[in-house]
């Protein structure tokens, strides 16, 4: 069984509804449907059946700890029945057996202080997604009704805040808008105290390119360059980047955290509000059933499904299966032909370099050049 | 759990592609993210911590 790559993370759909609409979400506005079809919260007997399996997972790879992360939809639209249910037959089946890291990845909206009581017994961690100040957040993340989010998410990252739930607070999640102003965006975000921050590309293919995508003027990569440069050059550091972190580590020969950049494998899994195993759900951005996988918990082990080849061919994250020209450029280390999803295009699936090709290279060749000529004069002098 | 470990060895890579090894104390690094991504890609090194897996994107 040892050929088995096992997995260590599960993204775990609690909920399909959210109370936002995001006009960029992979989930319900681009390619897929299938969200139609699923029920709306994970029922508990689903729940038990998947902690199970987890615990499983766990034992036989023999892992020390797992990382769960609770999304939607809106997670928190579960209801806090469901949700405490869930992480107590979740530490109950790996007690003894692993670790197991809880997190929810929410908008923010709905936070109260009985969610963080709750959140606080259980020790599960929060990520909020925000893309900036009230001008910049209401650009994409309205209600369907189009009513701002804002004042919600800020009252949310408030209570997040206060000393007795400091500690649940991880990051804040930006989705890049390039019309916007990226020092005003990055300083909107530090003012909510982050301890951690991650800006993703709007999910898009060949297909179905980015807003403004424009590979000679590079939009995103300047935009993020803007807040690199102000942020590294900080006297201070002044929160985390995941993506800028991950460019700099691997340049200085460490790995990523993330699987937005790097050839590293990816090591998670994500289980729908229904039971089903499905690929990474960024997929649902290029085609209809693009992260299915036809398997669920109430069948199949978690072994059976890293056995299958789409699986182990979704999860490699090696230079085999990116694009010849990916493979001659001197960035494939670091970029890692980007996310799977974004090399997507109609007839040549995903043997293609990313949408974002041309952004990526000259985002990850300034922050490489950066790095390593910084470190080499930090470590002369430190030598 | 985090590496103690001072004066630990590192392979600088410059940008002409040649190497140099020099020693480090991690405490003397700046508070800064270059310092900060020094610290985290010794301490991988050091206590053998460095895997080549990566996590989910859309959430922190």
């Known amino acids: 069984m040892s050929e088995v790559r096992p997995f260590r993370e599960w993204v775990v759909k609690v909920a399909q509804p959210c109370n936002l609409a995001c006009d960029y979400c992979y989930v319900y506005e681009l390619r897929d449907s299938s969200w139609r079809d699923k029920p709306r919260v994970m029922a508990p007997e689903t729940a038990e059946r998947l902690a199970g399996r987890i615990a499983e997972h766990a034992r036989v790879h023999a892992l020390q700890e797992v990382r769960i992360v609770l999304h939607g939809g809106e997670p928190l639209l579960a209801g806090r029945e469901r949700i405490e249910h869930l992480v107590t037959v979740l530490r109950s089946a790996l007690h003894g057996t692993a670790g197991c890291d809880i997190s929810l990845q929410s908008n923010g909206t709905l936070l109260d202080p009985l969610w963080l009581e709750l959140f606080r017994r259980h020790q599960v961690s929060v990520g909020v997604s925000l893309d900036g100040d009230r001008g910049t957040n209401d650009l994409h993340r309205r209600s369907r009704n189009g009513r701002s989010s804002y004042t919600a998410v800020r009252r949310g990252l408030e209570l997040l805040r206060q000393p007795e739930s400091r500690a649940l607070y991880r990051g804040l999640l930006c989705t890049v808008d390039v019309t916007t102003d990226p020092t005003a965006v990055y300083e909107a975000l530090l003012s909510h105290a982050p301890r951690a921050v991650d800006f993703l590309l709007p999910h898009a293919t060949w297909e179905y390119p980015p807003p403004h995508h424009d590979p000679r003027r590079t939009p995103y990569a300047r935009w993020l360059l803007t807040v690199f440069d102000r942020w590294y050059s900080a006297p201070h550091r002044e929160t985390r980047i995941r993506l800028f972190e991950d460019i700099m580590d691997l340049s200085l020969g460490g790995r990523a955290r993330s699987a937005s950049v790097g050839l590293g494998e990816t090591d998670f899994i994500v289980v729908e509000t229904d039971g089903t195993m499905e690929l990474p759900d960024s997929l649902k951005a290029a085609y209809e059933g693009a992260a299915a996988t036809g398997m669920n918990v109430f069948d199949h082990d978690f072994d059976a499904l890293a056995r299958r080849p789409d699986v182990v061919e979704a999860r490699d994250g090696g230079p085999e299966g990116l694009a010849e020209e990916c493979r001659r450029c001197p960035v494939v280390n670091i970029c890692g032909g980007g996310l799977r999803t974004h090399r997507y295009a109609p007839g040549t699936g995903f043997a293609n370099p990313s949408v974002y090709t041309a952004d990526l290279r000259v985002l990850t060749t300034h922050i490489r050049d950066r790095a390593l000529a910084d470190a080499a004069a930090l470590l002369g002098r430190a030598s | ?60």
């Open chain 2, 1 to 60: 759990m985090k590496t103690t470990a001072s004066d630990v060895e590192f392979d600088v890579v410059n940008l002409s592609g040649s190497t140099s090894t020099v020693a480090v104390d991690l405490d003397d690094l700046p508070d800064t993210a270059l310092g900060e991504s020094l610290r985290r890609v010794l301490r991988d090194v050091v206590d053998g911590t460095l895997s080549d897996i990566a996590g989910f994107s859309s959430a922190i």
